[in-house]
């Protein structure tokens, strides 16, 4: 439809405001993003920085070819030529998908019974769901490694009530990193599904109950579908940055349970094999565009005609 002669221009602080987000992307994630994809197609070097080429500006035109023509893929050949990289993001897809299936499992019935509970109450819950964060993070963590040790909280409890005979070893594994990261995670898993919740319209219910529709038979069959996007954004909130966790893995799993946050961290401190490093974040967040295009393909139709 054309746009009429009469409509109203913008002014000079509308167009700031939707430039603003703009600015912002181009600034703190196009800019990062091509120097990470430039220094990922250098090769290390001795020296400081500690990769070659150094692109040098004062050169003019004959210096930037020279610089391309020293770009090379082989940081790329690595990855793709060591298990070891594999194997991390493969343990970062396998802990990240499963922490995300127990984080739904738990979150749903939490949001939900969030939603349905006094009006006067939700505001106490929410705060109770985000009371964790007013702690640091690396401190709540600390915590979960002192109540897993072998002579920790939980194995005193455990024994307490009779539910083992002998101490388990919990810390230094797969099960202390799935705790670590479900505790961690979920209020951003909580918060979206409670959105969700509270947008639903009474009238379903009351329309389902009246054709004889059990309560848990129209949870799973009316409710479940109305809180599909909350359902996935909240999935992506949680997938995303925990397929790239380094804290957790690193204080509560083992040598067993390398993630790829991990195994950047180490080619970047450790090795200072930065164009390796560089390469592995390129590769992730190749990774990561994959749940989020297809989010947006279920879910970007279905938004855009709710907002019609």
Request: glycine content about 6%.
């Amino acid at each position: 439809m054309a746009k009429s002669p009469h409509a109203p221009r913008r002014s000079l602080g509308e167009h700031i405001v939707v430039a603003l987000p703009y600015l912002w992307l181009i600034a703190f994630f196009l800019v990062p993003f091509v120097i990470v994809a430039k220094i990922s197609l250098s090769q290390t070097a001795i020296a400081q920085p500690p990769y070659l080429p150094v692109l040098d500006l004062s050169q003019g035109f004959a210096g930037l070819v020279a610089f391309a023509k020293e770009l090379s893929l082989a940081s790329y050949a690595l990855i793709a030529s060591d298990d070891i990289y594999l194997l991390s993001y493969l343990k970062s897809l396998e802990v990240a998908g499963l922490s995300t299936l127990m984080l739904l499992a738990l979150g749903i019935p939490l949001a939900y019974g969030m939603a349905r509970a006094p009006k006067r109450l939700q505001p106490v819950l929410v705060m109770l769901v985000v009371l964790p964060f007013w702690t640091s993070f690396l401190i709540r963590i600390y915590a979960w490694v002192a109540i897993l040790q072998q002579d920790g909280l939980l194995n005193r409890v455990l024994l307490a009530l009779g539910v083992i005979d002998a101490p388990v070893v919990w810390l230094a594994s797969d099960t202390a990193v799935h705790i670590g990261i479900v505790y961690s995670y979920l209020p951003f898993m909580v918060l979206p599904l409670y959105a969700s919740f509270q947008k639903l319209d009474e009238s379903f219910f009351e329309a389902a109950a009246d054709l004889g529709c059990p309560r848990w038979r129209a949870f799973f069959t009316v409710t479940l579908p109305l809180v599909m996007p909350g359902i996935g954004a909240g999935a992506l909130l949680c997938l995303i940055p925990i397929i790239g966790e380094f804290v957790i893995p690193d204080l509560l799993g083992s040598s067993e349970t390398m993630m790829i946050g991990q195994t950047l961290w180490t080619e970047f401190f450790a090795n200072r094999d930065w164009p390796v490093a560089s390469a592995i974040a390129i590769v992730l967040l190749a990774l990561l565009l994959g749940p989020i295009a297809a989010f947006e393909r279920v879910q970007g139709p279905e938004l855009g005609g709710r907002r019609r």
